[in-house]
């Protein structure tokens, strides 16, 4: 997440530092203490980053699994789903 009103952290510098790490960014619109004076924006961009990461995650898992069922060595579908099982398949 970028906070947009940073002067602690200045946005460019989390910009550049979520393009080096390969991160998608979420803009919230508010300063370094955001959590503070404005936690219901913090928290709606938190549930996108949540989102944009779980749902690639949720992508890379059932590609994975499907390939696994092409080759015959799916998980079974009583282990419960998680990083356990995530770790198993790839």
Do not use: K, N, Y
Not at 57 to 68: F, I, Y
Not at 75 to 90: E, I, K, N, R, Y
Request: proline share 8%.
């Amino acid at each position: 997440m970028v906070t947009l009103h940073d002067v602690v952290v200045p946005p460019d510098r989390q910009r550049a530092t979520a393009a080096a790490l390969g991160a998608p960014v979420i803009a919230v619109d508010g300063g370094h203490a955001v959590c503070l004076t404005d936690p219901e924006a913090l928290g709606t961009a938190l549930r996108q980053a949540v989102e944009v990461v779980a749902g690639g995650r949720r992508e890379r898992r059932s590609r994975t699994v499907a390939w696994l069922r092409v080759i015959g060595t799916a998980p079974s579908p009583a282990l419960p789903s998680g990083d356990c099982v995530d770790s198993m398949a790839g």
